[in-house]
């Protein structure tokens, strides 16, 4: 489900074969990032260009990566967020808590 490549440093995740982050994807999904963020000073920025929906379950996975960075000294940002979804994490104020870019290039 996720496709993680390693640039500069940087892991970069993208979610395949979904365009939906719901109850139905979110524990695997958690558990892959817990696995990849659980190491110390891990930086992942999570590509959620193709994700057209997302539930409260999914924003649940998203916060969670981030306390799970966050507890090993790490960082977790996103970016390539598509309107309608950016717009739920602006509406719940979590485009204050994420850091969130408009692509991949954006991050040095």
Same mark, same amino acid.
């Given at each position: 489900?996720?496709?993680?490549?390693?640039?500069?440093?940087?892991?970069f995740?993208? !979610?395949?074969?979904?365009?939906?982050?719901?109850? $139905?994807?979110?524990?695997? =999904?958690?558990?892959e #990032?817990t696995? +990849?963020?659980s190491n110390?000073?891990?930086?992942m920025?999570?590509? !959620?260009?193709n994700?057209n929906?997302i539930?409260? $379950?999914?924003?649940g996975? =998203?916060?969670?990566? #981030?306390?799970? +960075?966050?507890?090993?000294d790490?960082?977790?940002q996103?970016c390539s967020?598509?309107?309608?979804?950016l717009?739920?994490?602006k509406?719940?104020?979590?485009d204050?808590v994420?850091?969130?870019?408009?692509?991949e290039?954006?991050?040095?």
């Open positions: 489900m996720l496709q993680v490549k390693e640039h500069d440093g940087v892991m995740g993208v !979610l395949a074969e979904t365009d939906r982050l719901t109850a $139905t994807v979110a524990p695997e =999904l958690k558990a #990032l696995s +990849a963020l110390n000073g891990v930086k920025v999570l590509n !959620l260009s994700i929906f539930d409260s $379950t999914g924003i996975t =998203l916060i969670s990566a #981030l306390k799970t +960075a966050r507890q090993h790490g960082s977790f996103l967020i598509k309107t309608d979804v717009s739920l994490l509406l719940m104020k979590l204050k994420f850091d969130i870019f408009e692509s290039e954006q991050i040095a």
